[in-house]
C-alpha cells in the first residue's frame, strides 16, 4: 500500500481528514469513485439561462454587494448585468464577497438559477475569473462524497497526483473475457472515472468498474453454489411438536403464504439434503416468525440455531420476542441469548462458554457471532437477516460454524458440509435479478401482507408543501407518536443541492420547538454512537428522527407512525418502499410523505407509483423498467448499497453479462487453478477479505 504522505501537499491533518472518508492508502483513493459528475458548460447571457438548471454566465457587478443579516445568519447580495440583462446572486454565510467582489469586475458566475416574482436570482454562485473558467469549459468535472474540511477539489487534486505519480492499478481479466464483452483495460477504466476524457470514455469506464464488482460477487456466489449442490444433511430433523404449540400460542394465524413457505423449511430440514433458501418479503410481511419457527424446530431435535442480524438494536428486540414465545408455550427462555459487540468482556466469556457447551440453543447476534472466539456445540441452523448488508463472505463464514465440535470428516473421509442456511430479505428485487445474485439459494417470495395490517397512506409532493408536512408531524408526535424524517446527504455540499441531516435536524429543533425531542442518524457516526441512537428512538426517547437511508433496516418501532422522505426523486423506487417499511409496523394508521425536490415533469409522475402500490414485487419490477440508462451526471444513490458503482436495475445488462462470464469461467476451471486466470483467484481472495473486514465489528 502507498501512503498518502507520499503525494504533494498532503500532511498529517489532510491524512486525517481522508481517513474519515475511509481512504487510508492512495490504493483507497483511486478507489473512492465520484457520486456525480459536472458538466462545465460555455457561458450563456442571462436571459437564456433556463430556470430550475446549473447555468454559467458571464456578467458585471454593478454595485458593492449588500449584507443582511438575520440574527446569527448573514446573506450576500450582488447585482450582475451581462449588459443587457440584470441577475440577483445570493451567498448564504459569506459575508467576506462583499470586499472582494468590487463594481465593474467582469467574471463568470455558475449556479443554478431560479425565478422570483420579476427577478431572476442565482444561488449561493461559484466565481471564476474568465481564464479560470476557460480551463474547466466543456469538461467533466467529478463530484465526490465530501466529510467537513474536504471539497470536492481537493479529492480532484490529489487523485490527479495520485495518477501522474505512476500508481498502477493491475489488470487481472484475461483478455477472452475483455474482448468478449469490449471492456476496457482497468488502468484506464480508473482514470476516466475520474478524469473523463469524453461522454464516452466515462461510460466505459463505468461499464468495466461496474462490470468487475458484479463478476467478483458472482463467482463468489457460484462457487458456493457448486459446493452446496447436492449437499447431505448434516443434521436432519424430525417434526415435533413445538412449532405447532407456539402458532398455537399466537394471537393471529399465519398467512396462506407464511404457511406456504413453512411447509417448504420443514420440508428441507427433514429432507436428505441441506438447506440453502432465501425468504423474499416485504417489511411487514411475516419472515421472522418463519425463522423463529424454523429455530424452534432446531431446539425441538437437539440442536442449536443461529439468527444473524444488522444492528445490536434488533438484536436485541428479536432476542426478547423470541425468549417471549418459548417462555408462552413452557420452554425454558434462557435457552436463548443474544450476541452483540456492546456486551462487556466477562459478558462475552460467559456467553461464549453457555454456547460452546450447548447450554445456548438459540442464538441472536450480529456480526460478533462469526468472530474466531464464539464456538457452537453442534450448530444446526443459520438464519442472516437482510442478507445484502452481510454479503456471501459473511454468510459462508457463519455456516463455517457448523460443525467446528464434530469431526472434521465422516467414516468415508469426506468433508462434513455446514448448517442449513436459511436468508431472509425485505428488499424487493424482481425474481428475475434475485435469481442472479442469489443463485446458491432456492428462492420463496412472500407476497402477502398480515390482514391486521393497515395499508400506509402516502402523498407526492413538491417543496411548497412542508409547512403543512411540519404542522402534521407536530400534531402525530403530539398524540404520542414518533416520526422519521430521511434526507440524502449528511452534510451541506455546495457541489450538490440536497438536503442534509445536519442541518435538517438543527432546523426542526428550532420547527418543533422544545418539547418535540429530535435526533440524527447517519452512517459516518461511529458504530456505538449509530447504535445509541437507534436505541433511543425505539426506547421511546426520541420523537422525531432525521436519518439518512441507513435507517433502511436494523429497528423495529410500531410506534413511528410517519416518514418524510426530502428529495425522493434522488431514490429507486424500491429504495424508497424499503424506507416506507420503516412505518406500518403497529396498529395505528401510518404515512409517508415524499417530498420532490425537482421540477422535472416525469418526477412526480414516476414517484407516483408508489402512492397507487405497497407491494414490494411490483415496484421493483416498475423501477426496473423505468431505471433505463439513469443519468450519467447524477449523484449516487446514498446510503448503504450492495456496490460501490452497480446498480442491479440500471445496470441489468451489465449485471447479466457478469453472470454469464463468471459461470462460463467456472465451468472452464472450477477451480481457478490455470495460470492465467490466477490474478482472478488472488482477486476474489482479495475481495473476499476486503468484505469480511468491511463487515467486523467496530
Request: some cysteine; overall charge neutral.
Given at each position: ?24 492508502s ?8 465520484p ?19 446549473v ?22 447580495i ?25 463594481p465593474?469586475?467582469?467574471?463568470v ?17 461559484k ?26 477539489q ?48 466515462l ?28 449437499s ?18 399466537l394471537?393471529y ?13 420443514q ?19 411475516g ?28 438484536a436485541h ?14 420452554e ?5 441469548a ?17 454456547i ?14 462469526i ?49 442449513h ?25 412472500l ?33 404520542g ?18 438536503e ?46 432525521v ?20 428529495n ?31 421540477s ?16 414490494g ?26 456496490f ?25 476451471d ?28 467496530k
Amino acid at each position: 500500500m502507498h501512503s498518502l504522505r507520499d503525494l504533494k501537499g498532503i500532511g498529517e491533518k489532510t491524512e486525517k481528514l481522508f481517513e474519515k472518508l475511509g481512504i487510508f492508502s492512495q490504493e483507497d483513493l483511486l478507489r473512492y469513485y465520484p457520486c456525480g459528475y459536472e458538466y462545465y458548460k460555455e457561458p450563456v447571457p442571462i436571459r437564456d439561462a433556463v430556470p430550475g438548471e446549473v447555468s454559467a454566465v458571464e456578467a458585471s457587478i454593478l454595485r458593492t454587494p449588500s449584507v443582511r443579516t438575520f440574527g446569527n445568519r448573514s446573506i450576500t447580495i450582488a447585482m450582475l448585468s451581462d449588459g443587457r440583462d440584470q441577475l440577483q446572486a445570493d451567498w448564504f454565510h459569506m459575508p467576506y464577497l462583499r470586499t472582494r467582489l468590487r463594481p465593474g469586475m467582469r467574471l463568470v458566475f455558475r449556479g443554478r438559477i431560479v425565478e422570483k416574482g420579476n427577478r431572476r436570482v442565482m444561488g449561493h454562485p461559484k466565481v471564476f475569473t474568465p481564464a479560470e473558467y476557460g480551463e474547466v469549459e466543456g469538461r467533466l468535472l467529478p463530484v465526490y462524497p465530501l466529510t467537513a474540511g474536504i471539497t470536492s477539489q481537493l479529492i480532484r487534486k490529489t487523485v490527479g497526483a495520485c495518477l501522474a505519480s505512476g500508481l498502477s492499478v493491475p489488470e487481472y481479466l484475461p483478455e477472452e473475457i475483455r474482448s468478449a464483452q469490449k471492456l476496457p483495460e482497468i488502468g484506464g477504466a480508473v482514470r476516466n472515472i475520474h478524469f473523463p476524457e469524453s461522454e464516452q470514455k466515462l461510460q466505459e469506464a463505468r461499464r468495466r468498474l461496474v462490470f468487475d464488482e458484479f463478476f467478483l460477487l458472482l463467482l463468489g456466489v457460484a462457487r458456493m453454489r457448486s459446493q452446496n449442490i447436492r449437499s447431505a444433511n448434516p443434521f436432519p430433523m424430525k417434526r415435533g411438536a413445538l412449532p405447532e404449540r407456539i402458532l398455537a400460542s399466537l394471537p393471529y394465524r399465519l398467512t396462506d403464504g407464511q404457511q406456504r413457505i413453512l411447509a417448504e423449511i420443514q420440508e428441507d430440514l427433514e429432507s436428505e439434503h441441506r438447506m440453502h433458501r432465501m425468504i423474499q418479503g416485504d417489511v411487514g410481511s411475516g419472515k421472522t416468525i418463519l425463522a423463529f419457527l424454523a429455530m424452534a424446530e432446531a431446539y425441538e431435535n437437539g440442536y442449536q440455531s443461529a439468527l444473524m442480524v444488522p444492528t445490536e438494536v434488533l438484536a436485541h428486540q428479536h432476542d426478547q420476542a423470541l425468549r417471549g414465545l418459548m417462555e408462552r408455550v413452557g420452554e425454558d427462555p434462557d435457552c436463548c441469548a443474544y450476541l452483540t459487540g456492546s456486551l462487556t468482556q466477562k459478558e462475552k466469556r460467559v456467553l461464549y462458554g453457555r454456547i460452546e457447551s450447548g447450554e445456548v440453543r438459540m442464538v441472536v447476534g450480529t456480526h460478533a457471532l462469526i468472530q474466531e472466539r464464539v464456538h457452537f456445540k453442534n450448530l444446526a441452523l443459520v438464519i442472516t437477516d437482510e442478507q445484502h448488508r452481510f454479503g456471501v463472505r459473511q454468510r459462508e463464514m457463519l455456516g463455517q460454524k457448523g460443525g467446528e465440535n464434530l469431526s472434521e470428516a465422516d467414516d468415508s473421509g469426506e468433508e462434513l458440509p455446514g448448517p442449513h442456511v436459511l436468508v431472509m430479505s425485505a428488499t424487493p428485487i424482481p425474481r428475475t435479478l434475485a435469481l442472479i445474485l442469489y443463485g446458491d439459494l432456492d428462492l420463496s417470495a412472500l407476497r402477502e401482507m398480515p390482514a391486521d395490517r393497515l395499508r400506509i397512506k402516502n402523498a407526492v409532493v413538491d417543496r411548497s408543501f412542508r409547512p403543512a408536512a411540519y404542522r402534521f408531524l407536530k400534531k402525530e408526535i403530539g398524540e404520542g407518536h414518533q416520526a422519521y424524517i430521511i434526507c440524502p446527504m449528511v452534510e451541506e455540499n455546495d457541489e450538490t443541492d440536497a438536503e442534509n441531516v445536519t442541518d435538517y435536524a438543527a432546523k426542526m429543533k428550532k420547527e418543533m420547538g422544545p418539547e418535540v425531542r429530535v435526533g440524527k442518524l447517519h452512517g459516518r457516526m461511529k458504530p456505538a454512537e449509530k447504535e445509541r441512537i437507534m436505541r433511543e428512538f425505539a426506547e421511546g426517547k426520541i420523537d422525531l428522527l432525521v436519518s439518512t437511508t441507513v435507517i433502511e433496516v436494523g429497528v423495529n418501532v410500531p410506534n413511528a407512525t410517519v416518514m418524510m422522505v426530502e428529495n425522493a426523486e434522488r431514490f429507486g423506487l424500491a429504495q424508497l418502499h424499503q424506507l416506507r417499511g420503516r412505518v406500518g409496523r403497529g396498529s395505528a394508521q401510518s404515512y409517508c410523505i415524499f417530498v420532490s425536490g425537482s421540477s422535472g415533469r416525469t418526477i412526480p409522475k414516476r414517484l407516483e407509483i408508489l402512492g397507487r402500490s405497497n407491494d414490494g414485487f411490483e415496484i421493483a419490477e416498475e423501477d426496473l423498467r423505468l431505471r433505463g440508462p439513469g443519468d450519467l451526471f447524477g449523484v449516487r444513490q446514498s446510503g448503504e448499497a450492495l456496490f460501490e458503482l452497480g446498480d442491479i436495475y440500471r445496470d441489468q445488462d451489465v449485471l447479466q453479462a457478469a453472470d454469464r462470464e463468471s459461470k462460463a469461467l467456472l465451468a472452464r476451471d472450477p477451480d481457478l487453478s490455470d495460470i492465467k486466470y490466477l490474478r482472478i483467484k488472488e482477486h476474489l481472495e482479495a475481495y473476499a477479505r476486503h468484505q469480511n473486514a468491511d463487515n467486523q465489528p467496530k
